[in-house]
């Protein structure tokens, strides 16, 4: 007989349970607006929100997750955020030859 004891499943660690929603902070460096959206959700209805509350259009602005431009079409669970994440919002600039 050992003396080790046996693995028993509860020693095990396991990933806490993700949330169905999440808290994303949206910024435009001058304002910060949060949001608390489900993950399966498409960032069209954040991004519409915010535009809608700071008076800014749509079209004249791009919404960054870790520099990457974000679709109106994708959702937290596509871009893999956390609880806690961050939308960059920046000024469109249309130029170059």
Do not use: W, Y
Not at 25 to 33: A, I
Not at 67 to 83: F, H, I, K, S
Request: charged content about 25%.
């Amino acid at each position: 007989m050992s003396n080790q004891p046996s693995p028993s499943p509860g020693n095990q660690e396991e990933a806490p349970p993700q949330s169905e929603h999440l808290n994303i902070k949206v910024t435009d460096n001058n304002n910060e607006v949060f949001f608390k959206i489900k993950r399966t959700t498409q960032l069209k209805k954040l991004m519409d929100a915010f535009c809608d509350r700071q008076g800014k259009q749509f079209h004249s602005v791009r919404f960054l997750f870790d520099g990457t431009r974000v679709n109106p079409t994708d959702n937290p669970e596509m871009l893999d955020m956390q609880d806690g994440d961050t939308l960059e919002v920046h000024q469109e600039q249309i130029g170059g030859c």
